[in-house]
């Protein structure tokens, strides 16, 4: 008797043994998502409610009520400025979808030759500033441009410069979505639909284009969003077209009217988030494309189908390389366009002589501080919400939090920055300027697309390594790094380049919050357009892109070396 009550009170001291060891490692999980709320709350929370708030407060933040909306509204030029900001982002949007869609089309539906090729060059804006298009475009069709001609009097400047910028810029987001939205289809709709005899035309009518209708849906409110928000295109080459974007940009940088600019930030993102709304509820109701017993669709060979698709994207990507070509190509000319002959002087005085490439530095110091410390922050905070025992209401927190930024303009995110960090009375007001700020302000402003991705890796793996980790006391740290991060890895490196390249081209969301020793490259090509420097200006664009193609084939290369080493176990042998 006495040994059965010795060995159960050696269990429960065990159990409880376990229990306290359980706990502990729950209290240092819970403490990392407290920490990790607290870090969205201030740098995300806490600077949008201070736009808000100065939309109510006068200049000595005295509560005025409504008088800074209708102080604004009543101007004539703020209905003009919001109409034109419409009509750019519609026009953008009613060309953009189907040049995209057609080209989407083409590599998903067809079997033309050199596939990959015109993927590579379709997505290559994304590796620019979207104000090198703005760029590109006045040296084709500007006042001193090759093409000007052509245009018969007309001026590039204004309405026709913003949208023709605008659709290079958000063609890649575009195609993305829709090249998707079309691989998810089944071959079995199709198969029937051949049986039948269904020609073509109808096939694309009744399967391929309700099979799509949500990721059109999406790309729709992506491309819209894209042209309300971008500022840098309709500085450069909008002229006297105003826009809501270029209106906070002259209210700060021209007036430094605060106030006045929170309205228009509020202007701004009312759009944004409705698009954001929108695509939110109609993502709930899409239904997958694909079942267990799906089939994915396999073209069949066309010859004259196959090269009329061949055509199509061959003249697109013609397009897409003539508007990055003619900024490289200028960036050598001497002095365009009465000395045609190549040098290196815009790289020489322009930039090292007038040490504007210390920007190009900056960047390069900014994009790595991005890609290594976001990428520990959004992949730890999505391991945390997804993979540890913790409050559901402060997991749901994140999560509510993580999305939030996909709805939010980069300019509104870096205008509620100097309300913020630029307080004396904030105890960071030391972040202020720094490089430091730059890198959490663009890792904030794409947290979404990347705690997205984490979180669609993190739950391809079974809970149960986490189960059973408990049940041998290893503690969840270890496994994060003994386990997830090894299984994680491609996606871990896919995060880091999405926002290595983000970090060098971002403008929107740092061109307020730099100082003279920590400005990026990005935010010095705008100011060299400014000062009438474009030469220099498509000198530094052209450094952009080629670091970050560089930084894209280098990730490749080492993706490559480290995946084949620690992603074996993925390939199974046979025999």
Same mark, same amino acid.
């Given at each position: 008797?006495?040994?059965?009550?010795?060995?159960?009170?050696?269990?429960?001291?065990?159990?409880?043994?376990?229990?306290?060891?359980?706990?502990?490692?729950?209290?240092?999980?819970?403490?990392?998502?407290?920490?990790?709320?607290?870090?969205?709350?201030?740098?995300?929370?806490?600077?949008?409610?201070?736009?808000?708030?100065?939309?109510?407060?006068?200049?000595?933040?005295?509560?005025?009520?409504?008088?800074?909306?209708?102080?604004?509204?009543?101007?004539?030029?703020?209905?003009?400025? +919001?109409?034109?900001?419409?009509?750019?982002?519609?026009? &953008?949007?009613?060309?953009?979808?189907?040049?995209?869609?057609?080209?989407?089309?083409?590599?998903?539906?067809?079997?033309?030759?050199?596939?990959?090729?015109?993927?590579?060059?379709?997505?290559?804006?994304?590796?620019?500033?979207?104000?090198?298009?703005?760029?590109?475009?006045?040296?084709?069709?500007?006042?001193?441009?090759?093409?000007?001609?052509?245009?018969?009097?007309?001026?590039?400047?204004?309405?026709?410069?913003?949208?023709?910028?605008?659709?290079?810029?958000?063609?890649?987001?575009?195609?993305?979505?829709?090249?998707?939205?079309?691989?998810?289809?089944?071959?079995?709709?199709?198969?029937?639909?051949?049986?039948?005899? +269904?020609?073509?035309?109808?096939?694309?009518?009744?399967?391929?284009?309700?099979?799509?209708?949500?990721?059109?849906?999406?790309?729709?409110?992506?491309?819209?969003?894209?042209?309300? !928000?971008?500022?840098?295109?309709?500085?450069?080459?909008?002229?006297?077209?105003?826009?809501?974007?270029?209106?906070?940009?002259?209210?700060?940088?021209?007036?430094?009217?605060?106030?006045?600019?929170?309205? &228009?930030?509020?202007?701004?993102?009312?759009?944004?988030?409705?698009?954001?709304?929108?695509?939110?509820?109609? #993502?709930?109701?899409?239904?997958?494309?694909?079942?267990?017993?799906? $089939?994915?669709?396999?073209?069949?060979?066309?010859?004259?189908?196959?090269?009329?698709?061949?055509?199509?994207?061959?003249?697109?990507?013609?397009?897409?390389?003539?508007?990055?070509?003619?900024?490289?190509?200028?960036?050598?000319?001497?002095?365009?366009?009465?000395?045609?002959?190549?040098?290196?002087?815009?790289?020489?005085?322009?930039?090292?002589?007038?040490?504007?490439?210390?920007?190009?530095? !900056?960047?390069?110091?900014?994009?790595?501080?991005?890609?290594?410390?976001?990428?520990?922050?959004?992949?730890?905070?999505?391991?945390?919400?997804?993979? $540890?025992?913790?409050?559901?209401?402060?997991?749901?927190?994140?999560?509510?939090?993580?999305?939030?930024?996909?709805?939010?303009?980069?300019?509104?995110?870096?205008?509620?920055?100097?309300?913020?960090?630029?307080?004396?009375?904030?105890?960071?007001?030391?972040?202020?300027?720094?490089?430091?700020?730059?890198?959490?302000?663009?890792?904030?402003?794409?947290?979404?697309?990347?705690?997205?991705?984490?979180? +669609?890796?993190?739950?391809?793996?079974?809970?149960?390594?986490?189960?059973?980790?408990?049940?041998?006391?290893?503690?969840?740290?270890?496994?994060?790094? #003994?386990?997830?991060?090894?299984?994680?890895?491609?996606?871990?490196?896919?995060?880091?380049?999405?926002?290595?390249?983000?970090?060098? +081209? $971002?403008?929107?969301?740092?061109?307020?919050?730099?100082?003279?020793?920590?400005?990026?490259?990005?935010?010095?090509?705008?100011?060299?357009?400014?000062?009438?420097?474009?030469?220099?200006?498509?000198?530094?664009?052209?450094?952009?892109?080629?670091?970050?193609?560089?930084?894209?084939?280098?990730?490749?290369?080492?993706?490559?070396?480290?995946?084949? #080493?620690?992603?074996?176990?993925?390939?199974?042998?046979?025999?």
């Amino acid at each position: 008797m006495s040994a059965v009550l010795i060995e159960r009170r050696s269990g429960e001291e065990s159990h409880a043994e376990v229990r306290q060891k359980s706990h502990w490692h729950d209290r240092i999980a819970q403490l990392a998502l407290v920490l990790m709320s607290a870090f969205l709350g201030v740098f995300l929370l806490l600077p949008l409610a201070l736009v808000i708030g100065k939309c109510f407060v006068d200049a000595d933040g005295h509560f005025v009520g409504l008088a800074n909306f209708t102080g604004y509204l009543v101007d004539s030029g703020v209905w003009t400025s +919001t109409l034109h900001s419409v009509t750019v982002a519609c026009l &953008v949007t009613a060309i953009v979808i189907p040049m995209a869609f057609t080209f989407a089309y083409a590599l998903t539906r067809s079997c033309m030759p050199m596939k990959n090729a015109v993927r590579t060059v379709a997505l290559l804006p994304l590796l620019a500033p979207t104000l090198l298009s703005a760029v590109s475009f006045i040296y084709w069709f500007g006042n001193s441009g090759i093409l000007k001609p052509l245009l018969h009097g007309h001026s590039i400047y204004g309405l026709p410069g913003i949208v023709c910028s605008l659709v290079y810029a958000a063609f890649p987001h575009v195609l993305m979505i829709l090249v998707t939205a079309l691989s998810l289809s089944d071959g079995r709709l199709y198969e029937a639909a051949e049986a039948m005899g +269904t020609r073509r035309a109808r096939k694309f009518f009744t399967i391929t284009l309700p099979g799509a209708k949500y990721g059109l849906i999406s790309a729709t409110m992506v491309s819209f969003t894209i042209c309300i !928000n971008d500022f840098g295109v309709p500085v450069v080459i909008g002229g006297p077209y105003s826009v809501l974007s270029t209106d906070i940009y002259k209210l700060i940088i021209g007036l430094q009217d605060f106030n006045r600019s929170a309205v &228009v930030s509020l202007l701004l993102l009312c759009p944004a988030l409705v698009a954001f709304a929108v695509d939110f509820f109609i #993502r709930r109701k899409q239904q997958s494309q694909l079942g267990a017993r799906s $089939t994915p669709y396999q073209p069949k060979p066309s010859r004259g189908f196959d090269m009329a698709m061949l055509g199509y994207c061959g003249l697109i990507c013609l397009l897409l390389l003539a508007v990055v070509g003619i900024s490289v190509f200028a960036s050598f000319v001497k002095f365009w366009p009465y000395q045609m002959s190549l040098g290196l002087q815009h790289y020489k005085m322009g930039l090292i002589g007038a040490g504007i490439f210390d920007a190009y530095k !900056n960047s390069l110091k900014m994009a790595a501080c991005v890609a290594i410390g976001g990428t520990i922050i959004v992949f730890g905070g999505a391991y945390l919400v997804e993979k $540890t025992r913790g409050p559901r209401w402060l997991r749901g927190f994140i999560n509510l939090c993580a999305i939030l930024p996909m709805g939010v303009p980069g300019l509104v995110l870096g205008i509620s920055y100097i309300f913020l960090f630029n307080s004396p009375a904030n105890p960071l007001n030391g972040l202020y300027g720094t490089l430091a700020l730059l890198a959490i302000v663009t890792v904030v402003h794409y947290y979404s697309s990347s705690h997205l991705t984490a979180v +669609t890796a993190l739950r391809q793996i079974d809970n149960e390594f986490e189960a059973v980790s408990a049940s041998l006391k290893v503690p969840f740290y270890k496994t994060f790094l #003994r386990v997830t991060v090894p299984v994680c890895l491609p996606s871990i490196l896919q995060i880091a380049r999405y926002l290595f390249v983000n970090g060098m +081209t $971002t403008v929107s969301a740092v061109a307020f919050l730099y100082s003279p020793d920590t400005q990026p490259a990005s935010v010095a090509i705008l100011n060299l357009d400014d000062a009438g420097q474009i030469g220099p200006a498509a000198a530094m664009a052209t450094l952009v892109l080629v670091t970050a193609a560089f930084a894209c084939v280098l990730f490749a290369c080492v993706s490559h070396g480290v995946l084949r #080493r620690t992603q074996a176990w993925r390939t199974t042998r046979r025999g």
